[in-house]
């Protein structure tokens, strides 16, 4: 589909990485070796963390949280960008860039902020053992979860509501895979934006907020850690918290780089390789990187995958389904 036909219509055209058809076609492929890679990674986190008794601590609760936001993030961009490739057509209705644009600021934030959650749960364990089952009872978790949704989708609201009163004209080319909120400022008809950059600028406070207490968090913890007497608690501590630390600088640090730096009317490689790092490689690594340096986790999986019983449970399932 040409740009000139797209003008005539309401939707956009999403360019991609290429225009290419043999290059769409082999970048169509990878993403969706990836995408089904991060898909498994992830409903394996979340049946393991559901199934297994011994992994029902708080911990454990958030992180399937986390994976659950990751497979909905993965499947708001990636089979999109897939079937238009294959089908050799980048074009996107309107309604369906709006559902992007909803789902994917919506699912960004509730990941900010079960990462947040996530690091103050760590710094309650280490730093305050006596107090934990108290400050972090289920009734509490469970609306901090409820809290972490909810703010998703109020912040998915906000940035819907306030794109979709932009007005389009001209060539509406987008210059990237999906639906980005940055892309569609570059193509709008006049400076009517001032909703979106407040939304903005109020949710980059929030999410500084976060960061502070993240930051904050994993201070208390690495300082407690390091005056403990004894060094035998120090690998597990470090084993579950690295990996946590990791996950939330590589997320915010390519997040804030895409969203804060200038746009430039030309597309550049550097937009669209920080839009991968943002929202295709964390829901995809993020399985690998909980489960390798966590002894817990491995073996919950070794245990619950190749025991007969849950081979015999599964099979039993199938069974009951199929009749």
Same mark, same amino acid.
């Given at each position: ?15 991609g ?6 290059l ?8 969706l ?7 498994a ?6 049946t393991?963390?559901?199934?297994d ?5 708080p ?13 909905s ?11 238009s ?28 902020? =079960? ?11 280490i +730093? &305050? !053992? ?21 703010s ?13 009163s ?18 569609? #400022?570059? =193509?709008?008809?006049?400076?009517d ?18 960061f ?10 690495f ?10 608690g120090? !690998?597990?501590?470090?084993?579950? +918290?690295? !990996? ?5 600088s590589?997320f ?6 895409a ?12 937009? #669209?390789?920080?839009? =991968? ?19 817990? &986790? ?6 619950? #995958?190749?025991?007969?019983?849950? =081979?015999?449970k599964?099979?039993? +399932?199938?069974?009951?389904?199929? +009749?």
């Amino acid at each position: 589909m040409t740009a000139r036909n797209i003008t005539t219509m309401s939707g956009f055209l999403l360019m991609g990485f290429s225009d290419n058809h043999e290059l769409q076609v082999l970048q169509a492929l990878l993403f969706l070796v990836t995408y089904l890679f991060g898909t498994a990674g992830n409903f394996i986190i979340i049946t393991i963390t559901t199934l297994d008794p011994q992994l029902q601590s708080p911990m454990y609760y958030f992180l399937k949280h986390l994976s659950i936001l990751d497979l909905s993030s993965l499947s708001v961009t990636v089979p999109q960008y897939v079937y238009s490739s294959l089908a050799r057509s980048g074009y996107i209705s309107f309604g369906q860039c709006m559902m992007q644009v909803f789902f994917f600021t919506a699912l960004a934030w509730s990941e900010l902020a =079960i990462l947040t959650v996530m690091s103050y749960d760590r710094y309650v364990a280490i +730093c &305050l !053992p006596l107090h934990y089952e108290v400050i972090m009872g289920p009734r509490k978790c469970t609306w901090a979860v409820a809290a972490v949704w909810l703010s998703g989708s109020i912040t998915g609201t906000l940035y819907t509501a306030s794109t979709h009163s932009i007005r389009f004209c001209g060539d509406k080319i987008i210059h990237q895979f999906f639906c980005d909120v940055p892309q569609l #400022l570059k =193509i709008s008809c006049t400076n009517d934006y001032v909703g979106v950059q407040k939304v903005s600028t109020f949710l980059t406070l929030l999410a500084f907020a976060c960061f502070v207490g993240i930051a904050f968090s994993y201070g208390q913890i690495f300082s407690t850690v390091l005056r403990i007497p004894s060094a035998e608690g120090r !690998p597990k501590v470090f084993s579950t +918290c690295l !990996p946590h630390l990791f996950v939330v600088s590589f997320f915010l640090s390519t997040g804030i780089c895409a969203y804060l730096k200038p746009t430039s009317d030309s597309p550049t490689a550097l937009d #669209l390789i920080l839009s =991968i790092f943002y929202t295709v490689l964390p829901p995809t690594l993020n399985p690998v990187i909980y489960s390798l340096r966590n002894a817990s &986790l491995k073996g919950a999986i070794k245990k619950v #995958l190749l025991s007969e019983e849950f =081979i015999g449970k599964n099979y039993f +399932c199938s069974v009951i389904h199929a +009749c």
